[in-house]
């Protein structure tokens, strides 16, 4: 296996260029929750109710109502609202709600399907134009987006800006997590994310909804959230090209003259010969590698194609589990931004429990354990709390802690199996590969309604689905190569070849044992 880590660790695996990335990472996972945030805060309904034939002055209902209140007529032509701390949305701006509220579904599914194919593009980009460029363009495109939906009132404007937006969705921070995961040495993989994402990313996402509240409208929080990424195109003077992109593309001359400038950036004195060297030895070890390599290579050879199916199913495994836990939240428990908050607090004790046990027990150990932690705590909730309405106050305090509980380890399988799809596949089909494994999650996530609608055949149907799928992901995890302290593949054979020795039981607490 080529190891680029080898003479990116004499160039300097953590010095100065490292360090300015992770503040550039953690920089830009504040200004993207603000991004992700977006969808909720648009399509926040507040409180209301018909004003057809109500008196000036009149007390309003005490729960929403889409009907008249005072006439027999069972449509309604003026509605008003008790917005939250001030705060209008744009359902409450455009009164979709109600008979209406379908253009509102409609909006999210163009955003979905925007997902869909911007990721797969985007990806596709990543690995033909290079991280860099596609980072740049991924994160203006969501800038546009965000920012052309404050125009954008009438459906057909309104689904095409949603569609936009939701066309860089994901992209705008992969690239910038896998081209950092490029650079850094394999032992700081785990710290460096738990600080980007388990930090950043929290803190960024509980305030959030705050930033809404304190804004007072959709229109100043759209354009809040958009203007701050006119910065990412200047990352284009600070950071580089991933020099393992580069090599899998056989480009040596700016291989070099990259590696150069790390050695630079980082204050390092490297002779000429080493690179010499290095080039001789990527062009000895890629005599046989493809060129140009496509997603279809993926599917070619047997390990490969096993670890692409694993990967998806386990992501999407996922997926639902979060989905799941989430519809299990009853929002009169807390005021919409108030769950807003709650959800992402549990961002950072599940990265602390990475930090703690990942790099120990190793990736495929924890994403297993983690999947069953994930559906033994949400079913928990019906299995055990079924039925039992003793003390209503306890059930709900039970409920809460144990849908938490079941996001965090939720969370921690996400994080594991994001940080794993990246090392398991090939520097030379990693975009595309990681941006198949979230399509098809996200393809499964529209899925998801149906099964908690199972309800209606037994109640707890869902729970039992979520218990089987979350096993056999468990299982099938326990299939793949460990990773953990390995150098990334750069190659269709670094990959397929990618711990061909191990087995089921292969841990590296197990091997330090030994």
């Known amino acids: 296996m080529l190891e680029v880590d080898k003479i990116l660790e004499k160039c300097g695996s953590f010095g100065r260029l490292q360090l300015i990335m992770l503040i550039l990472t953690s920089l830009l996972n504040v200004i993207l929750t603000m991004h992700y945030e977006s969808e909720e805060m648009i399509s926040f309904v507040p409180r209301h109710w018909c004003a057809d034939g109500l008196v000036s002055g009149s007390a309003p209902p005490n729960t929403s109502s889409c009907k008249p209140l005072n006439t027999s007529h069972s449509t309604c032509h003026k509605y008003k609202y008790e917005p939250y701390m001030g705060f209008q949305s744009f359902t409450s701006e455009t009164n979709w709600i109600c008979n209406k509220h379908w253009k509102m579904n409609v909006g999210a599914s163009m955003y979905t399907v925007g997902s869909l194919l911007g990721t797969l593009a985007l990806g596709y980009m990543g690995d033909t134009v290079g991280r860099l460029p596609t980072l740049i363009l991924a994160n203006l495109i969501s800038m546009i987006g965000n920012f052309l ?147 279809l290579d993926l599917f070619r050879t047997p ?127 990693r975009c595309q590969g990681d941006a198949t494994v979230d399509a098809f999650a996200r393809m499964v996530q529209l899925t998801c309604t149906y099964f908690l609608n199972m309800t209606s055949f037994s109640p707890l149907l869902p729970e039992i689905i979520l218990v089987v799928l979350t096993l056999l992901a468990a299982c099938l995890c326990l299939l793949l190569p460990e990773t953990t302290n390995h150098t990334l593949p750069n190659s269709l054979e670094d990959s397929e070849e990618l711990g061909i020795d191990e087995h089921w039981y292969t841990f590296p607490c197990i091997k330090k044992g030994m």
């Not at 850094?184 to 909804?209: D, Q, W």
């Not at 694993?310 to 009853?330: E, G, Y």
């Not at 999947?371 to 209503?392: G, K, M």
């Not at 399988?413 to 596949?425: G, I, K, M, P, Q």
């Open 149 to 295: 939906t404050i125009f954008g009132t009438s459906l057909f404007l309104f689904c095409l800006f949603r569609f936009i937006n939701g066309f860089a969705t994901d992209t705008n921070y992969a690239m910038m997590y896998i081209l950092l995961l490029e650079y850094i040495r394999p032992s700081l993989r785990t710290i460096c994310l738990s600080i980007t994402v388990g930090v950043f990313y929290c803190m960024g996402a509980i305030c959030a909804p705050w930033v809404a509240l304190l804004l007072g409208t959709w229109r100043s929080y759209l354009l809040v959230s958009s203007v701050p990424l006119i910065i990412v195109p200047f990352f284009y003077c600070i950071l580089l090209e991933s020099v393992q992109w580069l090599i899998s593309r056989q480009n040596y001359n700016k291989a070099v003259a990259t590696l150069r400038r790390v050695a630079k950036i980082n204050r390092v004195q490297i002779e000429d010969s080493v690179y010499e060297e290095f080039i001789a030895s990527c062009k000895l070890s890629q005599q046989k590698a493809k060129i140009e390599p496509n997603l």
């Open 303 to 429: 390990r490969l194609r096993r670890t692409l199916f694993i990967l998806a199913f386990d992501m999407a495994v996922i997926s639902f589990s979060h989905f799941i836990a989430i519809r299990k939240l009853r929002r009169d428990w807390f005021p919409h931004f108030v769950w807003n908050s709650i959800q992402y607090t549990m961002v950072l004790p599940s990265w602390l429990i990475a930090l703690a046990f990942q790099d120990i027990i190793g990736r495929k150990a924890l994403n297993s354990i983690s999947l069953i932690c994930c559906s033994v705590f949400i079913s928990i909730t019906n299995i055990v709390l079924f039925d039992d309405a003793s003390d209503t106050n306890r059930i709900t305090i039970l409920q809460l802690m144990f849908l938490l509980i079941g996001i965090c380890f939720c969370n921690v399988a996400f994080n594991t199996a994001s940080l794993y799809t990246v090392e398991l596949l090939p520097t030379c089909l």
